[in-house]
């Protein structure tokens, strides 16, 4: 059971955006993770160097996250063979549907793009779904 | 290290930050929040909520600018269709941050705690993606 947490949630949020805009705004590139990602598998000239600094902020800041908010960071709670197949799913989903929260759900709804909206609809339907018949079906209520 | 380069790391410290304040790195907070059919916790709706409200308000300012300040354009995505690699790339994102909580962002950001389980979640990411490359993107 966890507590809602409306104004953290949104400060957080606020963070996120400007973080995008932040890219966006002085690099000219989009804040999608899995993009970021993925794109350093097949590193493109040019573009791989600022992806690995941007791999290297979000470490730091897991980093910084553990001194300071150690309480936010937290495993899956799903034994290691769903979080291996969780990974399969979200790396080469992210991939075939060019996106993830961040870049669909994020800076894509931010530019009123329709597709990223039909992205997002599908990934939190679908991510309801698998919640559901995880917790609910599988494990009866766990975890 | 160049200006581009400060930024991005810049960017990533505060997006790494901004998901630990909303306890989107906190697997079990995010399936409270798809789990609509049990003690649903719709806190996670708020950081998206804060997220494009900021970042939407940025992206109409960007339009009006010529390039941005460390580059030479502006990389927009070209995409607009909508096709079934859309749709089924986006279902099958979803399956996989519905069994275990984890997006991308926050799985890399959590890989500081060195636990086996995330560890092993942001290697199996790599794999489906590098299986992605391998055998999708050859066949279009």
């Known amino acids: 059971m966890t507590n809602f947490t409306p104004w953290s949630a949104m400060l957080g949020g606020v963070l996120i955006g400007l973080s995008a805009s932040m890219l966006l705004l002085l690099t000219g590139r989009i804040a999608g993770i899995s993009g970021i990602v993925g794109g350093l598998l097949r590193p493109m000239s040019g573009e791989a160097v600022w992806r690995a600094w941007f791999l290297a902020g979000l470490i730091a800041g897991g980093l910084a996250l553990s001194v300071l908010h150690p309480a936010s960071l937290g495993a899956t709670p799903v034994p290691i063979g769903l979080a291996i197949a969780g990974g399969l799913f979200v790396g080469f989903g992210t991939r075939l549907g060019h996106g993830c929260t961040s870049g669909h759900g994020v800076c894509g709804l931010s530019r009123l793009s329709v597709r990223s909206l039909v992205a997002t609809f599908t990934f939190m339907a679908t991510g309801a779904l698998s919640t559901y018949i995880v917790r609910h079906i599988v494990y009866g209520g766990q975890p | 290290m160049t200006k581009r380069d400060a930024v991005a790391f810049a960017s990533g410290l505060l ?88 997006c991308p962002g926050p799985a890399l950001v959590s890989l500081v705690t060195l636990s086996a389980k995330t560890v092993a979640f942001v290697l199996a990411m790599l794999a489906g993606m590098a299986i992605h490359r391998l055998f999708v993107r050859s066949n279009p």
Not at chain 2, 31 to 43: C, N, Q, V, Y
Request: glycine share 14%; net charge positive; proline share 6%.
């Open chain 2, 15 to 102: 997006f790494a930050l901004g998901l630990g304040v909303a306890q989107m790195t906190q697997p079990a907070k995010v399936l409270g929040f798809l789990d609509i059919a049990g003690a649903w916790d719709p806190s996670l709706a708020f950081v998206m909520l804060g997220a494009i409200g900021v970042h939407a308000l940025f992206v109409r300012y960007a339009k009006t600018l010529p390039r941005p300040r460390f580059a030479e354009a502006f990389s927009w995505p070209e995409a607009t269709g909508i096709d079934a690699r859309l749709v089924a790339g986006a279902a099958l994102f979803g399956i996989g941050w519905g069994i275990s909580g984890f």
